[in-house]
């Protein structure tokens, strides 16, 4: 629809609004990944557009013909947001109005503000489905309501994740790749946390240009919560291409992923590790394909000039359409 596109663009600028916005086809494969079901209760606490709820809401309406109590559970009892900025708030809640969803469940709040311990299993979700922000610091006072104390938000927001699933819980959560090697103690603790109350059963690594406009590398997590980790698959995503405004992911670079994960398949791509072989003092999940490694291609500085150039009048062209319509 036009206003997914209108944020899409926002999306390719990389800046304004653009930073609440996740490639669909990747949400689209996380989707498919965690199965979400009718009657299940769908989160994500840093919900930025809504993206995650729009395309989770799209693929429960296909999955089966929908009686009328199917459609009042989807309406009333399936999904949950929050988000901090104004912005976004605004964005996810027309979003989420334009997608059917006519009183969305969604929250003008600082997620990271609430104590962890206050968490009840009645607040508790089947489903996580998120990419939280990642290179922001929280200020020391909010950094008191989560055991493993760091300022990166990313990795409180992953905390506050966990906590907020229900035992047998799925997630799919985006966060930078470099979660899965640095060796400050937050990043260990949270790798062991993860490992021993979660059964990590698959990391995607995203290539380089996945997010438009971020330069920054992530990776996908997928868990259930409530078992240990025994083993992880990892897939390696490598469309072939430079990626950019001019060739973003797309559904079919994500076919052959979302088939393999279904089985855990070893491929040129994909492989194994198993639990009992990650250095317990470290916790390292670092992406090693035993096939080897990946190429990065770089774009030219000219190529970069010339994008966030086309993205400027972009986002100011959005930003007038959203303001039109408050």
């Known amino acids: 629809m036009l206003y997914e596109e209108k944020i899409k663009r926002m999306g390719n600028a990389g800046r304004n609004g653009g930073e609440y916005y996740t490639p669909r086809p990747l949400i689209r494969a996380m989707v498919r990944v965690v199965q979400p079901k009718i009657g299940e209760r769908i989160y994500d606490g840093a919900c930025g557009s809504a993206g995650f709820l729009c395309e989770a809401y799209d693929y429960l309406a296909a999955s089966k013909k929908l009686g009328t109590a199917d459609l009042k559970t989807l309406q009333e009892r399936t999904f949950y947001g929050k988000e901090k900025k104004s912005l976004a708030y605004v964005i996810a ?3 989420l109005i334009l997608h059917g969803i006519e009183t969305p469940n969604i929250i003008h709040t600082n997620t990271l503000a609430e104590n962890l311990a206050d968490i009840q299993d009645k607040d508790r979700m089947d ?9 922001g610091k929280e200020r020391a006072e909010v950094q ?4 493993i104390r760091t300022g990166e938000t990313a990795f409180l927001f992953l905390q506050h994740f966990i906590k907020m699933l229900k035992a047998g819980g799925r997630a799919g959560i985006v966060i930078k790749n470099t979660f899965l090697s640095n060796s400050d103690n937050a990043s260990v603790s949270l790798r062991k946390l993860l490992l021993e109350s979660c059964n990590l059963h698959t990391i995607l690594d995203c290539p380089g240009g996945t997010f438009q406009g ?4 992530t990776v996908v997590l997928f868990f259930e919560k409530g078992a240990p980790t025994r083993k992880t698959w990892y897939y390696q995503l490598d469309p ?3 990626m950019g405004k001019t060739n973003p992911l797309n559904d079919a670079d994500l076919a052959e992923f979302v088939e393999l994960q279904k089985t855990f398949a070893d491929s040129p791509k994909s492989w194994s590790v198993e639990a009992a072989q990650i250095d317990t003092a470290s916790y390292d999940l670092s992406v090693k394909n ?3 490694g990946e190429v990065v291609a770089h774009r030219s500085p000219q190529e970069i000039l010339d994008e966030i150039s086309r993205g400027d009048a972009e986002c100011a062209e959005v930003l007038a359409t959203i303001r039109a319509l408050l």
């Not at 489903?127 to 290179?135: K, T």
């Not at 971020?214 to 590398?217: E, I, L, P, S, Y």
């Open 240 to 242: 072939g291409r430079n």
């Open 93 to 95: 809640i027309m979003n």
């Open 214 to 217: 971020a330069g920054v590398k």
């Open 144 to 147: 008191q309501n989560f055991p």
């Open 127 to 135: 489903v996580v489905l998120a990419n939280p922000p990642f290179g």
């Open 290 to 292: 035993p096939d080897g």
